[in-house]
């Protein structure tokens, strides 16, 4: 008997005609949540979590950088939602070309997306396109080896300078990548390409900007105050930009996360050196500087060779925004990693918000784009998806309970079982019939057991495997 029959016949004798089937579309924080929840809630339901990568975990694998192993915990918590019974892991399928949003409809009594945020935001200026420019995520997936972008290879050898455009705490994680000692990398689950290529690294000088003020800055104090600490490391930050006006003061007063990284900045500022010595790694961080073109290598045809920004000014209160002034600075570099905001990528048949770039939804009921607040039935929504791309992984715990709290007032009002729905066993024939390789929890297993034999080779606690063949041959 074949892999699959052997599945379809397990999952035939183990669901009842009355299980609710349930299919959760991407096992990211938010994908495994709501799976967890939703067994807990509903004794009768059998989850089914697909994703398009042969691995599972989503953002935890392949964002949370890789010297912040204590984020990566959560994994074992998922792995024992990955072990339920009545809960199964399909991976290498993908929404929308392995199987269609109205077949797995179809399939399903309930269908929950929780795919994330896989693009990113751009910012439509002259230059986007020169090499030596890519996304924040690109990088970050690069050295936590996405299999998507192993192969990415950014020049960190033909510069000293690189630019991070954003201060959330993406723009953070990825200037604290190229400033950390390596050495400090090599004990982590960083992928083995990106270690070679920043222990090769010239780069030395990063810039931090962002277009509006200190007080604005999108990162949070324990993630500044980690990278305000790399060993040897020299900080600019001006004193001028430190002015602060009674808007921000306001700002400040509704906000702790403000005012912290505020304090931050400002005591790193009086406490820095005046003058970086020769080869000390420096971050500056540069405020009030919005970008507006990037700008071509004269010696080095098609590649980026700086940033034009126009110097900025605070408008409004509450929530200030930045005003261009009509002044301009330019500034060299050899790379440039625009960290400015993930962004959600619409399926077919899916109502979405282009502009928010989310799934319009009530607590996680898609509504429909055409029949305006009218929800799509049995099709549910959380994470990235949901509310857009901000947060930390335990925000996703609240988000999943706020989806489920809506299927399950849903379920009450509407028994969604009575209508047949072939759930596991239909997914599964299905993609037996396209000949779609699955990637079953079991097959990930055996993937990890060997990440982690190959990175106890090396003295690390896994090393990855980084592309599509190796992973799909376990
Ligand atoms: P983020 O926190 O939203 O930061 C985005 C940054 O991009 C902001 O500085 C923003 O400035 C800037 N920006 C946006 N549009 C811009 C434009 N057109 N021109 C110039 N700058 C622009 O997003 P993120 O850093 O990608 O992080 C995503 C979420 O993941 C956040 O909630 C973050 O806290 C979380 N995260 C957490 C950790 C951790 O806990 N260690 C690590 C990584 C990520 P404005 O403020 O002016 O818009």
């Known amino acids: 008997m074949g892999v699959f029959r052997a599945m379809i016949a397990r999952t035939f004798s183990a669901a009842t005609s009355r299980s609710l089937r349930v299919c959760v579309v991407g096992s990211g924080p938010a994908g495994f949540y709501t799976a967890e929840k939703m067994l807990k809630a509903h004794e009768e339901a059998e989850v089914d979590i697909i994703d398009r990568l042969p691995t599972p975990f989503g953002l935890v694998r392949s964002g949370v950088a890789p010297d912040h192993p204590e984020t990566k ?31 797995l409809r179809q399939i399903y009594h309930v269908v929950v997306l929780a795919y994330g945020a896989e693009s990113d935001r751009v910012l439509g200026i002259p230059g986007e396109d020169l090499s030596g420019v890519h996304s924040a995520r690109e990088f970050v997936w690069w050295y936590n080896g996405h299999p998507d972008l192993s192969q990415l290879a950014p020049d960190l050898k033909n510069t000293d300078t690189a630019i991070v455009l954003g201060q959330g705490n993406v723009a953070l994680d990825v200037a604290r990548i190229l400033l950390r000692p390596p050495a400090e990398l090599a004990t982590t689950d960083i992928a083995s390409h990106a270690l070679a290529a920043l222990k090769e690294s010239s780069i030395r000088k990063v810039y931090l900007v962002g277009r509006r003020g200190p007080v604005q800055a999108a990162c949070t104090a324990k993630e500044l105050r980690e990278i305000l600490a790399i060993k040897d490391l020299y900080v600019n930050i001006k004193q001028d930009d430190l002015q602060i006006t009674s808007a921000d003061e306001e700002e400040m007063k509704n906000s702790r996360i403000r005012r912290r990284v505020y304090d931050l900045l400002s005591k790193a500022s009086s406490s820095s050196q005046t003058h970086p010595s020769s080869g000390q790694p420096e971050l500056h961080f540069t405020f009030f500087r919005k970008p507006d073109k990037f700008l071509e290598s004269s010696d080095k045809s098609g590649h980026v060779a700086g940033v034009k920004f126009e110097k900025t000014t605070l408008k409004g209160s509450g929530n200030q925004i930045a005003a261009g002034t009509g002044q301009y600075e330019d500034l060299k570099c050899g790379l440039v990693l ?5 962004k959600s990528i619409p399926v077919d048949g899916l109502p979405f918000d282009h ?34 791309p901000t947060g930390i992984i335990a925000t996703n715990l609240y988000d999943a309970e706020e989806t489920v709290t809506s299927i399950s007032e849903d ?17 599964l024939q299905l993609l037996e019939n396209r000949k779609i390789k699955v990637v079953t929890f079991n097959d990930w297993e055996k993937i990890d057991s060997e990440e982690k034999r190959l990175g106890s080779l090396m003295g690390k606690p896994r090393e990855k495997l980084t592309n599509w063949k190796d992973l799909l041959a376990k």
């Open 411 to 427: 379920i009450k009002k509407k028994d969604l079982t009575s209508e047949f729905a072939s759930g596991r066993e239909g997914l």
């Open 355 to 388: 502009s928010k770039g989310v799934v319009p939804n009530i607590r996680g009921r898609v509504v429909s784009s055409s029949d305006v607040g009218q929800p799509v039935d049995g099709l549910y929504v959380c994470g990235w998806l949901k509310r857009g």
């Open 73 to 103: 915990i959560v994994i074992n918590q998922f792995s024992r939602v990955a072990h339920n019974e009545r809960c199964s892991f399909f991976g290498n399928v993908s929404l929308g070309s392995s199987v269609s949003l109205s077949e």
């Open 338 to 342: 625009k960290s400015i905001g993930y």
